[in-house]
């Protein structure tokens, strides 16, 4: 089935939320393959962030508690620690990011990701997630603020 | 009404790097985004019509536009009209500086200045045609005056102008009479449509268009084909995503 | 009325993207008037990006037959796409995000005034430039 998105529009700007995913509210997507998440942060994070020059992913093999430390992304603006959406083990981390960090930016739910994780305890993970529809809530909320500091 | 960018007018500024008008063109059009109209106002790299998505070509036809060009080739005001659509208000600096008397600028790199002088001037008309085309006053003219900086009332602090490709305005594309168009602003209908929960009916279908002709030409010799290929759209997005409620 | 520098067919032509929505559009635009008017005045020369977008006949031979540098501010790559849409190919094509990668200190914020740290930024992206232009001088200095 192909991808759908949801949009949000603050001021200016066009947010996709990604159906079919959960969501941290710090802006972290999940996708279940199986017994595996695939994770990456969302496109409000991305176009709020800027364009990404570095992304630092933990390695394969560490294991991450759910908000524990996954890594950062860097980008011409900030430096932005990523607190691990799920428990698990890190399988794999998205290598291509290291030549072309800009894929978080141009494909942020797509060729973007950053991590592949053996999950622990999925069900107690989806007890602290979003499905989109209230991400979407959310995060128009949460631009809906930062636009008012603009 | 559709979840859609907040109107506001845009600016393209010609930007050209071989001409001091090139650089004025660029430093008003900078003032008036980051200083005298922040929150009206959004901007496009101009070549990102050729080298950006159809969401970038889209931006005139979604914003009222200003072109800024500094001299007699209109390199702003003819590529948005060849790419996206033709600007609402058109402004060239070397025929204002010649009408007005104004200083002649230069410098590439730093306007001297008289080149200051002439940016400032030029932000200052381009914030009256902001409000004119955004309705919030009606100048009888718009006077260009070389005057010194700081000579308009500019708000507390300073913004970072940010630009529109980020985020892009919505643009779908349709087969119509076997022929591509495209439809700005449908995907952001067909969203607020299946939120209501509205089935894919020719009923529909007429209401779908109402709010499609909104925001795009509709020839009355294509309307019907346009009928079709609207609720055809309509009914492949229900059975991609789901009617409203089933977040898959 | 303004007039353009005189040009002759053996200037490498630097092209930035000027874009107008990032602060990196500023500092390739500053690092190009670097090369341009202060470290090879003599060897080089440019053309308004937005006269090849309008598909300017004249702007789009001059690329077509004098070398080119393009600098590009973002990863849309605006400089470089346009002068490939002209039927050309840059000799050479330099990104700021590059500069920046090596040099993450130097953050920039503002497009209107890059400041300090985007003037630095310039300065080195304009020495790279320059040794690129030197080289494809055939090393003439």
Known sequence: MEATYRHATVDKFVFKVKTGCWYSEAGLWVQLEHSLARVGVSDYVQQSSGDVAFAEITSAGTELEREGYLGQIETIKVAIDLPS????????????????????????????????IALN?????????????????????????????L | MPDLPEKKVGLIACSGEDLAVGTVSRMAVLQVLERLRPQETVTLCLPL??????????????YPTIAIDGCSKRCAARATEKYSAQPAASLVIDDLIAQKGLPEPHGLRQLDAAGQAVAQAVANALAQEVDRLLGHKQPADIEVEAEGPGSEVEPEGLVVATCACGSGIPVAQLQVNGHQVEAL???????????????????????LMDAVKLYNHVPDDEAAAWHEAVLREYARTITAAGPAGNAD | MSEPKQTDNDRVLIIPCSGIGKAFGSVGREAAY???EELRPDDTATVCLSLLTMGDEESQQRVREQRSIAIDGCPKACARVNIEHAGAEPAAIFRVFDVFRAHKELRVKQVS???ENGREMARILAEEVAVKVDELRGGKE
């Open chain 1, 85 to 116: 959406p799920v428990s698990g083990t890190v399988q794999e981390i998205n290598e291509e990011l290291d030549a072309s960090p800009e894929l978080i930016n141009q494909d942020p739910y797509g060729q973007g990701w950053l991590a592949l």
């Open chain 1, 121 to 149: 305890d999925w069900e107690a993970d989806r007890a602290n997630l979003l499905e989109a529809e209230q991400y979407l809530a959310v995060m128009r909320s949460q631009a809906e603020e930062a636009a008012k500091k």
């Open chain 2, 49 to 62: 019509f050729l080298a950006g998505e159809e969401r970038e070509r889209a931006f005139a036809r979604f």
């Open chain 2, 185 to 207: 602003a449908l995907p952001a209908i067909l969203d607020q449509f299946r939120e209501m929960g509205k089935l894919a009916n020719n009923a529909t279908a007429g209401e």
């Open chain 3, 34 to 36: 670097l090369v341009l």
């Open chain 3, 113 to 115: 005034d890059i400041g």
